[in-house]
């Protein structure tokens, strides 16, 4: 380096001369690559120093050429350790970190704040509420660094319905067992909706474990999720991987919990669209199939779009026989074979909604108050609504029941609100139906009214004045044979206004409707079992309502019977009815689990039943079941399965 350099004077342009003093390097300037003169400093030798400076200038070191050794000036050793203070460096290395360590914040909160925007396109993108919930969770826990995130769903009665979780095994999660309900410090937030950030979550007072084969957990983040200012759940991190959640993870969460409130309102929105169009399909379909005469049963009809429409496992539609019982007259799904049982009003869900009028549920808080078992429903049913169908003056035609299995989510009260609006439709279709069926049968009966009065205004008439002049051509005719062969003519003319009368009376008469087959033995079964407490199931197969009347008869004769005997003598607690019309052979069951027939003193009911059974060509046999009980079989022949009733 210049030993020494001259600088025009400001006065007159002579020379100064400002000479070097000799520096010393510390060692970590040297050892870093810094220039001489950065870290050291540099003496103004021509001033002399000053009294008093921390390092005083030497004299005699004017011009001091400097040693071609040491590149020192050759005075005392002492001069070689010269040095220069390390404070203008430190504070500047300490501002650069400083800027450097806010530069490297800026970067992770702009690489964050994109991470959030990635986790609400994810969220808004879609539009089935559990796909949003999935990406709701993945999206929090990638965005907080989490091992395990969860969003519990909560239900009307304040737990957790469902609960949505990424992060475990499967294994794990089998191996865990059940969901959790909203106990412990998930409840905190059910209770207490606002954010809550642990350390260690099992410091907490509110902490009630984890239950065997649950991994371990330590800090905790939960954030609860609005809808519309309603809480719709909670969402839930646990074990972040830098140790502890952080008040900027608590504020990334919250906002993407926002975030979500606006995406589930909109799936919300077009489940509800789409329950909608399900219920409109349902109506138009029954509406138009109903007025089209369509060969499917209408109660078939209606508890099949019923069933549809609800997104239920099963439906069925029950219909009062007396003032204590009811029979189930159409079923779906899963209540398909329950179709003809016959149960009590007091005792079943359908009999409370066609006492009360109104709906009733079973196993659904969200459906409403008026939770209860029943006993018409068979086991393994979940969440249940059943409403009235009206009819006609206000009056309840029977009870239109959905239900699911017990692993499907309960019914919500759209759809119950859905359900009473489809049943009020499907009563205003019937009685149309109905009103349009009373009306052809009117103009019916109008047509025949006018063909009676032509027939006895004019057919009688002309027909009675020829045989008035038949009458009077008698006394004319002399020859026996002309004569009888008219008098045979006034006969057929007097027969021909007997029948013309006999069919005007026909005409004008009301025939009284005759109570079907079925509808007779339903009367019997409730007639015979109404105060007992004996359960019955019926099953009917086949043509049953256009048999002869007199098998008719003989049927219904026969199980008043064989019903009468199960009561008085067999201590059951059931009964099954079973009757079949199949290749021109009606077969009738019954069927208890009583004590059985034993050896009856007196055999005249069933020599009754068999005498009964002969008349058509059939028998009667009496077994045991498996299990114990009685079975009792009767068969009747018949000459065609669809032969008229016989003229009474």
Same mark, same amino acid.
């Given at each position: &380096?210049?030993?020494?350099?001259?600088?025009?004077?400001?006065?007159?342009?002579?020379?100064?001369?400002?000479?070097?003093?000799?520096?010393?390097?510390?060692?970590?300037?040297?050892?870093?690559?810094?220039?001489?003169?950065?870290?050291?400093?540099v003496?103004?030798v021509?001033g002399g120093?000053?009294?008093?400076?921390?390092?005083?200038?030497? *004299?005699?070191?004017?011009?001091?050429?400097?040693?071609a050794?040491?590149?020192?000036?050759?005075?005392?050793?002492?001069?070689?350790?010269?040095?220069?203070?390390?404070?203008?460096?430190?504070?500047?290395?300490?501002?650069?970190?400083?800027?450097?360590?806010?530069?490297?914040?800026?970067?992770?909160?702009?690489?964050?704040?994109?991470?959030?925007?990635?986790?609400?396109a994810a969220?808004?993108?879609?539009?089935s509420?559990?796909?949003v919930?999935?990406?709701?969770?993945?999206?929090?826990?990638?965005l907080?660094?989490?091992?395990?995130?969860?969003?519990?769903?909560?239900?009307?009665?304040?737990?957790?319905?469902?609960f949505?979780?990424?992060?475990?095994?499967?294994?794990?999660?089998?191996?865990?067992?059940?969901?959790?309900?909203?106990?412990?410090?998930?409840?905190?937030?059910?209770?207490?909706?606002?954010?809550?950030?642990?350390?260690?979550?099992?410091?907490h007072?509110?902490?009630?474990?984890?239950?065997?084969?649950?991994p371990? &957990?330590?800090? $905790?983040?939960?954030?609860?999720?609005?809808?519309?200012?309603?809480?719709?759940?909670?969402?839930?991190?646990?074990?972040?991987t830098?140790?502890?959640f952080?008040?900027?993870d608590?504020?990334?969460v919250?906002?993407?919990?926002?975030?979500?409130?606006?995406?589930?309102?909109?799936?919300?929105?077009?489940?509800?669209?789409?329950?909608?169009?399900?219920?409109?399909?349902?109506?138009?379909?029954?509406t138009?199939?109903?007025?089209?005469?369509?060969?499917?049963?209408?109660?078939?009809?209606?508890?099949?779009?019923?069933?549809? *429409?609800?997104?239920?496992?099963?439906?069925?539609?029950?219909?009062?026989?007396?003032g204590?019982?009811?029979?189930?007259?159409?079923?779906?799904?899963?209540?398909?074979?329950?179709?003809?049982?016959? $149960?009590?009003?007091?005792?079943?869900?359908?009999?409370?909604?066609?006492?009360?009028g109104?709906?009733?549920?079973?196993?659904?808080?969200a459906?409403?108050?008026?939770?209860?078992?029943?006993d018409?429903l068979?086991?393994?049913v979940?969440?249940?609504?059943g409403?009235p169908?009206?009819?006609?003056?206000?009056?309840?035609?029977?009870?239109?029941?959905?239900?699911?299995?017990?692993?499907?989510?309960?019914?919500?009260?759209s759809?119950?609100d859905?359900?009473?609006?489809?049943?009020?439709?499907?009563?205003?279709v019937?009685?149309?139906?109905?009103?349009?069926?009373?009306?052809?049968?009117?103009?019916?009966?109008?047509?025949?009214?006018?063909?009676?009065?032509?027939?006895?205004?004019?057919?009688?008439q002309?027909?009675? *004045?020829t045989?008035m002049?038949?009458?009077?051509?008698l006394?004319?005719?002399?020859?026996?044979?002309?004569?009888?062969?008219?008098?045979?003519?006034?006969?057929?003319?007097?027969?021909?206004?007997?029948?013309?009368?006999d069919?005007?009376?026909q005409?004008?008469?009301?025939?009284?409707?005759?109570?079907?087959?079925?509808?007779?033995?339903?009367?019997?079964?409730?007639?015979?079992?109404?105060?007992?407490?004996?359960?019955?199931?019926?099953?009917?197969?086949?043509?049953?309502?256009?048999?002869?009347?007199?098998?008719?008869?003989?049927?219904?004769?026969?199980?008043?019977?064989?019903?009468?005997?199960?009561?008085?003598?067999?201590?059951?607690?059931?009964?099954?009815?079973?009757?079949?019309n199949?290749?021109?052979?009606?077969?009738?069951?019954?069927?208890?689990?009583?004590?059985?027939?034993?050896h009856?003193t007196?055999?005249?009911?069933?020599?009754? &039943?068999?005498?009964?059974?002969?008349?058509?060509?059939g028998?009667?046999?009496?077994?045991?079941?498996?299990?114990?009980?009685?079975?009792?079989?009767?068969t009747?022949?018949?000459?065609?399965?669809?032969?008229?009733?016989?003229? *009474?």
């Open positions: &380096m210049p030993k020494s350099f001259r600088q025009n004077s400001p006065s007159g342009g002579r020379s100064s001369s400002r000479r070097l003093s000799s520096v010393t390097l510390p060692a970590n300037a040297a050892s870093a690559g810094r220039p001489a003169g950065v870290d050291g400093g003496r103004d021509a120093g000053t009294a008093g400076s921390e390092h005083p200038v030497r *004299a005699g070191v004017v011009d001091g050429a400097l040693d050794e040491s590149g020192f000036p050759p005075t005392a050793e002492a001069d070689r350790d010269l040095s220069f203070p390390d404070a203008p460096r430190l504070a500047l290395e300490q501002l650069i970190g400083q800027l450097t360590d806010r530069a490297q914040g800026v970067l992770a909160a702009q690489g964050r704040l994109r991470g959030l925007l990635r986790a609400n969220v808004v993108e879609e539009l509420l559990p796909v919930l999935r990406h709701v969770v993945e999206g929090a826990r990638e907080v660094h989490a091992r395990y995130g969860a969003v519990g769903v909560i239900g009307p009665d304040g737990d957790l319905e469902q949505i979780h990424v992060g475990m095994d499967d294994d794990v999660v089998d191996r865990i067992g059940d969901l959790p309900t909203g106990q412990g410090i998930l409840g905190l937030l059910i209770k207490h909706p606002d954010p809550v950030r642990l350390t260690d979550l099992h410091t007072p509110a902490a009630v474990g984890f239950p065997d084969g649950h371990p &957990m330590a800090s $905790f983040l939960g954030v609860p999720i609005r809808v519309r200012g309603q809480v719709f759940g909670n969402l839930y991190l646990t074990d972040s830098h140790g502890e952080t008040d900027d608590e504020q990334l919250t906002a993407l919990a926002g975030t979500a409130g606006v995406a589930i309102a909109n799936a919300r929105l077009y489940e509800q669209t789409l329950e909608q169009r399900r219920w409109l399909d349902a109506s138009s379909e029954l138009q199939a109903l007025l089209a005469h369509s060969a499917e049963p209408p109660l078939e009809l209606l508890v099949r779009l019923a069933m549809h *429409a609800a997104s239920a496992d099963m439906a069925m539609f029950s219909a009062p026989i007396s204590h019982a009811g029979r189930v007259d159409s079923a779906a799904g899963m209540l398909v074979d329950r179709v003809g049982q016959i $149960f009590r009003l007091d005792q079943s869900l359908a009999g409370r909604v066609i006492r009360s109104t709906a009733a549920s079973v196993g659904d808080n459906a409403g108050s008026g939770n209860d078992t029943a018409d068979p086991d393994g979940g969440a249940v609504i409403v169908l009206p009819g006609p003056d206000a009056t309840v035609r029977g009870a239109l029941v959905v239900a699911h299995t017990g692993s499907r989510a309960h019914f919500t009260q759809d119950r859905q359900l009473i609006r489809f049943a009020v439709h499907a009563g205003a019937l009685d149309l139906e109905r009103a349009r069926e009373d009306h052809a049968t009117l103009l019916q009966i109008e047509d025949h009214d006018r063909i009676a009065a032509d027939l006895h205004d004019h057919v009688i002309e027909l009675f *004045a045989g002049g038949l009458q009077g051509m006394s004319q005719l002399k020859q026996p044979a002309q004569r009888a062969r008219v008098l045979r003519y006034i006969d057929t003319l007097d027969d021909t206004i007997r029948t013309i009368r069919t005007i009376y005409l004008n008469s009301r025939p009284e409707k005759r109570p079907t087959l079925t509808s007779r033995l339903i009367a019997i079964l409730t007639e015979q079992t109404d105060t007992t407490g004996l359960a019955v199931a019926t099953e009917f197969g086949g043509h049953l309502d256009q048999l002869p009347t007199a098998l008719d008869d003989d049927i219904v004769a026969v199980l008043r019977e064989s019903v009468s005997n199960t009561v008085r003598n067999a201590g059951a607690s059931t009964v099954t009815v079973k009757l079949t199949l290749d021109k052979v009606l077969t009738l069951e019954v069927t208890d689990n009583g004590v059985g027939i034993g009856p007196r055999s005249s009911g069933l020599a009754n &039943m068999r005498h009964r059974a002969e008349n058509h060509a028998v009667l046999r009496h077994s045991t079941p498996t299990g114990g009980g009685t079975r009792l079989t009767w009747a022949h018949h000459p065609h399965p669809n032969a008229p009733h016989e003229a *009474a």
